[in-house]
């Protein structure tokens, strides 16, 4: 994965870009780089490290140029060193490249390109030197690009800048590129957030679309030359969305937003529910799949749907292989992702293109919502935090609602969630945040933690662990309490803390599971509606009904953040994760 913006216009093109690949950086951030036109050649400025530790670097704000392309790079092919940054240029610089995805052919082209002069370890640099063999043997560049387009395997999207020409040319195939339509000029970028202060006029590009982006007007033309008509879109979400306003991080700004985004759930259009709803009681078996986080919510759904009668099974994206031979044409799939381009999702998708799909996506644009028959945007608006959050529990919620609505339940879903919404005043009470904060400070000099839950809170266990270990490194273990008798209690000591996770329906037996923990000395800290003698620390929740799990959720995605804070991370952007994987 990688984030890509470039504008070409009548304006100064850097603060727009300075400030878009700044909000691009979730996409990764081992290195940054940039392709700046100017009346001397094409400027290269490219370096490892956060975006902002290169841009001081190289004073970029000091630069101007109406036409430019910035790269902030997460390694995939070559390792984290300045020379595997982008943009690549060609042996003669006439051009520069940034790319995000990945050629799988790079290793048989670049054998090809025996002649060219390779400086880095990447498969980028073969598409700058595959453009220059084109152009040395006389074509255009809009024919160089297209004929490495069409030589190139694999997923990618890339923007060229060609010091000869007054356009961009980019190309999309499977890593997602956008197009946006401004006042004076316009955007490429793999985003929208990252240029929507400036224009909310988007086209969303398909796959083998070639844009020339001039720097009044545009053409789209398809790999076989056809001209391709996209609409444009006008884009709902605000700039400040992608901004941290009165917040520290974006993961505490977008976690306290769930109470506003539940309360409006009240009042949102169902529709799409229903249809769904409709969709998988008649389904022979359904399948949820995600990928982390939204791997969790495809688990809490399917449990939700077969308590209501539904044959359903939640499947890690790629693991879907693994079914192929049992897959029928009367199966239902629900794609669960907050950016609707996760790799492993997508590369399955020729696998059931024959079945009916239903999305609960947040990008509303992306490659997968494009790709479903009934679409359910959650609604969270930009999450830009790397840690996933409220995505999370909004997607939990619809699936919820999917499964009482196909079991004729849809009054009492709602009845639910209003509860939840009461309920959610006493939870972010001040005491209750001051006991998450003892709770950090206790686990914060932790190697590990264990989560424990039983039935649907050993689903929100495990989204617990997954937070902890994503923002404060410490390794954290989710296990179903019922299964800690056979074999994980010999870890037990009086050293060892258990996060345990306690509602109502399970509550009996979930105390009988701690008890056998506390017997062996383990420490335990309680998230639950109510203080139990068998807990050493505790935290509460509220009741939600069907939507408990929100409350809890949110509780362990403050405890994260809360513990990463007390270390002193980078919590939006911890290391070596990215927030939208595009490779498989
Ligand atoms: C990455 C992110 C996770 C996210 C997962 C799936 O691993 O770091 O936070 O849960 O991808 O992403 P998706 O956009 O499909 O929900």
Redesign the pocket.
């Known amino acids: 994965m990688c984030g890509i913006i470039a504008y070409n216009g009548q304006d100064d093109a850097i603060p727009y870009l300075l400030e878009g690949i700044r909000n691009l950086e979730y996409r990764g951030y081992d290195s940054f780089g940039c392709a700046i036109d100017s009346k001397v050649g094409i400027i290269i400025k490219k370096d490892i490290g956060k975006v902002d530790d290169v841009i001081n670097k190289y004073k970029i704000q000091d630069f101007s140029s109406s036409k430019a392309i910035f790269h902030t790079r997460w390694a995939t092919h070559g390792g984290i060193k300045a020379e595997n940054a982008h943009p690549m240029v060609d042996c003669t610089h006439r051009i520069a490249v940034a790319h995000n995805g990945i050629i799988e052919n790079w290793a048989e082209l670049k054998e090809s390109l025996g002649a060219h002069r390779f400086v880095s370890d990447t498969d980028t640099e073969v598409l700058s030197h595959l453009i220059e063999e084109k152009l040395n043997d006389g074509a255009d560049i809009q024919s160089a690009v297209k004929d490495a387009f069409n030589k190139i395997k694999g997923s990618s999207s890339f923007i060229v800048l060609d010091k000869q020409s007054d356009d961009l040319i980019a190309v999309k195939k499977g890593s997602p590129l956008v197009l946006g339509i401004a006042k004076n000029g316009n955007f490429l970028s793999s985003d929208v957030p990252s240029f929507v202060r400036h224009t909310n006029k988007v086209v969303y590009l398909s796959d083998s679309d070639m844009v020339v982006l001039g720097k009044k007007n545009y053409t789209i033309t398809n790999l076989m030359n056809r001209d391709v008509n996209h609409d444009v879109s006008t884009v709902n979400f605000s700039y400040q969305q992608a901004e941290k306003g009165d917040y520290e991080h974006f993961m505490i700004k977008e976690i306290m937003e769930q109470p506003g985004l539940m309360k409006n759930l009240e009042s949102a259009d169902l529709k799409n529910v229903v249809r769904a709803a409709e969709l998988v009681k008649h389904a022979k078996q359904v399948y949820l799949m995600?990928?982390?986080?939204?791997?969790?919510?495809a688990m809490l759904g399917a449990k939700v749907l077969r308590e209501n009668g539904i044959n359903a099974v939640a499947v890690q994206?790629q693991d879907l292989i693994t079914y192929r031979k049992v897959i029928s044409a009367e199966d239902v799939f629900i794609l669960?992702?907050?950016?609707?381009?996760?790799a492993?999702?997508i590369n399955v998708l020729p696998l059931i293109y024959k079945n009916q799909k239903i999305g609960v996506i947040?990008?509303e644009g992306s490659t997968?919502a494009k790709d479903v028959d009934v679409l359910i945007p959650i609604g969270a608006g930009l999450e830009k935090a790397?840690?996933?959050t409220k995505?999370?529990t909004l997607?939990g919620v619809y699936l919820t609602f999917i499964g009482m609505f196909a079991a004729g339940r849809g009054e009492e879903a709602i009845r639910d969630l209003k509860l939840m919404n009461i309920n959610m005043y006493n939870l972010l009470v001040p005491s209750v945040l001051s006991a998450i904060d003892k709770v950090a400070e206790k686990i914060k000099g932790l190697e590990n933690v264990f989560f424990l839950g039983r039935d649907a809170n050993y689903i929100t266990a495990l989204e617990g662990a997954?937070k902890l270990k994503?923002v404060s490194y410490i390794h954290a273990e989710a296990i179903d309490a019922a299964t800690f008798k056979h074999g994980p209690l010999a870890l037990i000591s009086d050293k060892v803390y258990a996060a345990a996770v306690v509602s109502e329906v399970t509550r009996n037996d979930m105390l009988y599971n701690l008890q056998e923990v506390k017997a062996r000395g383990g420490n335990i800290i309680g998230i639950s509606d109510k203080n139990e003698n068998v807990f050493d620390m505790f935290i509460r929740t509220q009741n939600g009904g069907a939507f408990t799990f929100v409350m809890h959720a949110i509780i362990l995605q403050l405890l994260a953040y809360k513990t990463a804070m007390l270390k002193g991370l980078d919590i939006d952007h911890?290391r070596n994760?990215?927030?939208?994987?595009t490779v498989l």
């Open positions: 995600g990928a982390g986080t939204s791997y969790h919510a994206g669960i992702s907050q950016s609707g381009e996760t492993d999702i947040n990008s997968l790397v840690a996933s995505s999370f997607s997954l994503e911890p994760l990215a927030k939208t994987v």
